[in-house]
Structures are given as C-alpha cells and as structure tokens.
C-alpha cells in the first residue's frame, strides 16, 4: 500500500469521527442547554416530556411567593415532615405530596355534590369543577402537571426524581392546597352571606 492509497483509508475511517466531532463542536452551547433539562435519557418520549415538565414545575416554584398565600399552620407542618421525608425515602414524600392535593380536591367535589350519576369524573370535568374556586390559569397548570408527574413517576417506567425535583413538587403541592383550601373557604363564606 502505498502513501496515497494509506491516505485514502485514512480519511474514509475517519471522516465519520470527524464530522460528529465538529457537529458537537459547533452545536456545544445548544447541546450545553438541553442537557440539564434531562433527568435519564431514553429514547422515549415521555422521558423526554417528563424532563420538559420537571423544568415548568422547578421554575414556578423558584417563582412562588408562599408567604402571600395564608397557609394554615397543618399546611406548613405538613410542608416540613414532607420536606424530612424527602432526604429519606423521596418517592413516598412526592406520593403523600400528591395525597394532599388528592385530598383536598375530593373534599371540596364531594361538598359540592359533584358525583354525575355514579360516573367517574374524567379529568376535564374535575378540571372545571376546581376552576370554579378561580384558581388561574397557572394554577390549573400546576395541578395538570403535578398530576402528569405523579402518572409518570407511579407508571410502568417508574421514573426517578432528583432531589431538588422532590422538593419543588413538594413546595408546589403544599402551595396548591393551599390556595384551593383559601378559595374553598372563601366560596363557603359567600354561600352563607347570601
């Protein structure tokens, strides 16, 4: 084999490496800022949505103001053995955060008398049901994505959660309890004031 032909081998085994090596080179700061938004990657696209969706939540609840929301003091005691969970077994704390919206959203159907002859509400009616309350649009937002979450971390693929995950998921449940227990007992206020 002489020099040419060695020089010919030579670009063709490594015109491949070299192409995706400046790809990545060039795209770098593209690639930089989709990797944090991905937990695992798995070429599944709830994997990549759940990232996308993990990214809404942390950024609302870096945003949230809990001190103009009047928690009630179960709330925040709730919030903090939630949070100590949290560095201990971090699913069970998402679980029983998702309980305390669970919850409160069944109390107030059930006062309500929400039943529609003993169907099962889908979640468009619940959806309308709790948008009653007046709860923005950011805050049905939340509980949407609180709920997407909660299917994707109990589904098939069970997916894991990092710990600052947790605890955003955490502080956005506590929070939307809060808001709808306010909304509830002000609706119950103005019931008895007519």
């Known amino acids: 084999m002489d020099?040419?032909?060695f020089f010919v081998e030579m670009t063709k085994s490594l015109s491949w490496p070299i192409t995706v090596g400046l790809t990545v080179y060039f795209l770098r700061d593209f690639i930089s800022g989709l990797v944090p938004r991905i937990s695992k990657f798995r070429h599944k696209d709830t994997e990549i949505e759940f990232a996308e969706t993990m990214g809404a939540i942390k950024e609302r609840?870096?945003?949230?103001?809990?001190?103009?929301?009047?928690?009630?003091e179960e709330l925040k005691e709730e919030k903090d053995r939630l949070e100590?969970?949290?560095?201990i077994i971090p699913r069970s704390a998402l679980l029983q955060s998702w309980g305390l919206i669970d919850r409160e959203v069944s109390d107030y159907l059930l006062e309500i008398g929400a039943s529609t002859d003993e169907v099962s509400l889908k979640t468009s009616d619940v959806m309308d049901k709790i948008k009653s309350l007046g709860l923005s649009k950011s805050e049905s937002n939340t509980f949407l994505n609180l709920r997407k979450i909660?299917?994707?971390?109990?589904?098939?693929?069970?997916?894991?959660?990092?710990?600052?995950?947790v605890e955003s998921y955490i502080e956005l449940a506590v929070d939307l309890v809060g808001t709808i227990r306010n909304a509830r007992s002000n609706k119950a206020l103005q019931r008895t004031n007519r």
């Open 84 to 87: 100590k969970l949290s560095l």
């Open 61 to 72: 609840a870096e945003n949230i103001d809990l001190a103009g929301i009047e928690l009630l």
């Open 150 to 165: 909660m299917k994707s971390v109990t589904g098939p693929e069970k997916f894991e959660l990092a710990e600052d995950e």
């Open 3 to 5: 020099w040419k032909s």
